[in-house]
T-cell receptor, first 115, second 112 residues
């Protein structure tokens, strides 16, 4: 299957700082990338959808000024958590969708801990 | 409003037997359904999918059945192996742009 990478896999930051998470599709061009977060023992909650070269579409209840998404190329999307708070601590997962494809391929996830 | 539901949070099966994971949905506009397998602290791995115009799709040990009238799909794994132990998510594709709606997940444990 297609390969999607995320970096970093794990990050610890202090309250008030910003953290950037990268998502890359390694062997295909991703016209659309998705960002999810998952709390322990819960489902994946879609945060936003990003299309290359356009603004991200955020799900209801997700603050677009706090979770900045940039999809600058067909192989890279970034999620920046700005002014992080301890309640932002979570597992963040991206996925990528190729042109004309139905299956989303997921990255390995990033564990964010805000102290 | 949970549009995709997996009502069994966990399932335990003996090795070699069949595992049946169930999923219900409420939105008849969903056009594509997928099953993902997930280990802790990892991203989900795509397993198998089915279009809403079909009622069955088989891939090796994995078969997905879709009952549109009942708005129900199931994943059958046979024979089950200890390596199948993981959390399984069903997802439905709806709306523009390929957005997926996930169920809550079912944790499968296959005992040797």
């Amino acid at each position: 299957g297609a390969v999607v990478s995320q970096h970093p896999s794990r990050v610890i930051c202090k309250s008030g700082t910003s953290v950037k998470i990268e998502c890359r599709s390694l062997d295909f061009q991703a016209t659309t990338m998705f960002w999810y977060r998952q709390f322990p023992k819960q489902s994946l909650m879609l945060m936003a959808t990003s299309n290359e070269g356009s603004k991200a579409t955020y799900e209801q209840g997700v603050e677009k000024d706090k979770f900045l998404i940039n999809h600058a190329s067909l192989t890279l999307s970034t999620l920046t958590v700005t002014s992080a708070h301890p309640e932002d601590s979570s597992f963040y997962i991206c996925s990528a969708l190729g042109r004309g494809s139905y299956e989303q391929y997921f990255g390995p996830g990033t564990r964010l801990t805000v102290t | 409003d949970q549009q995709v539901k997996q009502n069994s949070p966990s399932l335990s099966v003996q090795e070699g037997r069949i595992s049946i994971l169930n999923c219900d949905y409420t939105n008849s506009m969903f056009d594509y359904f997928l099953w993902y397998k997930k280990y802790p602290a990892e991203g989900p791995t795509f397993l198998i999918s089915i279009s809403s115009i079909k009622d069955k799709n088989e891939d090796g040990r994995f078969t997905v059945f879709l009952n549109k009238s009942a708005k129900h799909l199931s994943l059958h794994i046979v024979p089950s192996q200890p390596g199948d132990s993981a959390v399984y998510f069903c997802a439905a594709r709806g709306g523009a742009g390929g957005k997926l709606i996930f169920g809550q997940g079912t944790e499968l444990s296959v005992k040797p």
